[in-house]
C-alpha cells in the first residue's frame, strides 16, 4: 500500500484512545501503521476518564449561563470548577473564545454538531470492542444525573432542552425513582435524569491494551519513543523520532491530546488547544455502592463503579499543562463524595490527567492548514472515549485520501483561521 518508497502508509502519534481507535482502523482496513507513544497505550486521559460512553453529552462547556455563574464558580469553596488566573492572563486568546463560543446562538451549533456525531460513536467503537475481544469490559445499565436542588435543576432546562432536540433517550425521575435505583445515596435529591441505553468501560486502560494486541497482531507496530519533530512534502511525510530514528509515511495522524501543539512541524502549533484539567479519586473497596455511573450535576463529578473500584471522576481546573497537581481539586471530590455516600475514608488512588479542549467545545478532526499529509484528530474534551472509536474510522478515511464517510466540516481546523 505504501507509495514512493515510504516506510509505513501511516504513522500515528499517540496512543489513547483517539489514537489506538485509528491504529486499529487503519491496520483492518489494510494500511501499514506505526503508532508512536513513550506512555504505555492508554495510560493517559484515557485511564482517569469517568469511562462513560456519553452519547447524550451534546451539551457543551460553553454556555451562556456562564457569565452569570463565573464569579461563583471562581471563589466559591463548593465550585468544581478552579482557575489559574495567571494562566488565564497568558493565554487570552484562549479565553475570550471560550467567552465568545457561549453566546447562546453558538451554543446551539456546537451542541448540534455534537448530538449529529455522537449519533455515530457505537458504529465506530463496537467493531473495535469486537476485534478486541473486549465486550466483557463494557457495562450496559444506563447513566444517571441527578441534582440536589430545585435551582441546579431549574438552571438546566435548556441544556436539557438541547438533549432532547438531539434525540437523547431519557426519562426525568422524581427523587424516590432515584433512590429506587440507587439506595446508597445520601446526597439531596430533586430530580434525576436516567440515560436510557448509556454504557461504561470498567478498565479503559485494559480496552486500550486489547485494542493495541490485536493491532499488533494483525500486523501493525508500535514505537514506545516520542516524535519530536515532522516534515510533510509532496510524497508524504518525515517522522523524526527522540531515538534518532526518521521514518517516511504516505501520511501521519496527530491523537496526542493536550500535548499536540508540542510537535514541530505539523500545524498544531497555531491551533488555541487548551487544557481542562480533571482529577479523580478511587475506593477500591466501594464499587458495589452504585450500579451505574451516577452523575452529581451541581458538584461536577460521576461516580462509577470500575474494575478497580468506586472512581469518582471530574472537576474542571484550567491551568497550564505542567503546572503541579492542586490538592484542592482532590480535596473537593473527597469532601463531595463522602457528601454523596457517607464516610469513605482516604482514597487509594489520586490521579490528575489533561483533557484537550478547544475554546468551542468541539474536536479538531481533518487535514492540517499546512500540508495534507498530517491530519488533525485531538481536543475532543470530556468525550474522547466516546468519539474515539469513530474519530479513528474517519481518520482513517482521510489518511487514504478518501472523503470522510461522516460530515466532519464542523470540526475542520480551518474553522480558526477564518
Request: hydrophobic share 35%; aromatic share 8%; net charge neutral.
Amino acid at each position: 500500500m505504501t507509495t514512493s518508497g515510504n516506510d509505513f502508509d501511516l504513522v500515528v502519534i499517540g496512543a489513547g484512545i483517539v489514537g489506538m481507535s485509528t491504529a486499529l482502523w487503519a491496520q483492518k482496513e489494510g494500511l501499514k501503521t506505526l503508532i508512536c507513544d513513550p506512555n504505555p497505550p492508554g495510560s493517559g486521559t484515557t485511564f482517569g476518564s469517568a469511562c462513560t460512553i456519553a452519547t447524550y453529552a451534546c451539551v457543551p462547556v460553553n454556555n451562556p449561563s456562564i457569565f452569570g455563574a463565573l464569579p461563583y464558580l471562581l471563589t466559591s469553596r463548593e465550585s468544581p470548577l478552579s482557575f489559574n488566573i495567571l494562566h488565564g492572563l497568558r493565554n487570552p486568546r484562549w479565553m475570550l473564545s471560550f467567552l465568545n463560543n457561549c453566546r447562546a446562538s453558538r451554543v446551539k451549533n456546537i451542541s448540534e454538531a455534537l448530538g449529529r456525531f455522537l449519533m455515530h460513536a457505537d458504529a465506530g467503537l463496537d467493531p473495535l470492542i469486537a476485534e478486541a475481544k473486549a465486550e466483557e469490559l463494557m457495562v450496559s445499565n444506563d447513566c444517571l444525573y441527578v441534582w440536589s436542588s430545585q435551582s441546579g435543576f431549574e438552571s438546566a432546562e435548556e441544556s436539557n432542552a438541547m438533549r432532547r432536540a438531539q434525540g437523547v433517550n431519557f426519562d426525568e425521575l422524581s427523587p424516590d425513582q432515584v433512590r429506587h435505583l440507587e439506595p446508597n445515596l445520601r446526597q439531596p435529591i430533586h430530580r434525576g435524569l436516567h440515560f436510557k441505553g448509556a454504557r461504561h468501560v470498567t478498565d479503559p486502560q485494559e480496552l486500550v491494551h486489547r485494542m493495541q494486541t490485536r493491532f499488533e497482531t494483525l500486523g501493525g507496530r508500535y514505537c514506545d519513543h516520542s516524535v519530536r519533530q515532522v516534515q510533510p512534502d509532496d510524497l508524504g511525510v518525515t517522522v523524526y523520532i527522540d531515538d534518532g530514528t526518521e521514518i517516511r509515511a504516505d501520511r501521519m495522524a496527530l491523537t496526542a491530546g493536550a500535548r499536540s501543539r508540542h510537535i514541530k512541524g505539523t500545524g498544531a502549533e497555531k491551533l488555541p488547544l487548551g487544557t481542562e484539567r480533571g482529577y479523580h479519586i478511587l475506593d477500591r473497596n466501594s464499587a458495589s455502592l452504585v450500579s451505574r455511573p451516577v452523575g452529581w450535576a451541581e458538584a461536577g463529578f460521576y461516580a462509577t463503579p470500575m474494575a478497580q473500584g468506586l472512581r469518582i471522576a471530574g472537576t474542571v481546573e484550567i491551568n497550564a499543562v505542567d503546572a503541579p497537581p492542586n490538592g484542592k481539586c482532590t480535596a473537593y471530590l473527597k469532601r463531595k463524595s463522602h457528601e454523596m455516600f457517607g464516610e469513605l475514608g482516604e482514597p487509594d488512588e489520586t490521579w490528575m490527567g489533561h483533557r484537550p479542549t478547544m475554546p468551542d467545545s468541539l474536536p479538531v478532526i481533518g487535514y492540517s492548514p499546512k500540508s495534507d499529509r498530517v491530519v488533525f484528530a485531538f481536543g475532543h474534551q470530556h468525550i474522547g472515549l466516546t468519539l474515539g472509536g469513530i474519530t479513528g474510522k474517519i481518520v482513517t478515511d482521510l489518511a487514504q485520501g478518501k472523503p470522510a464517510q461522516l460530515d466532519v466540516s464542523d470540526f475542520a481546523p480551518q474553522r480558526f483561521f477564518q
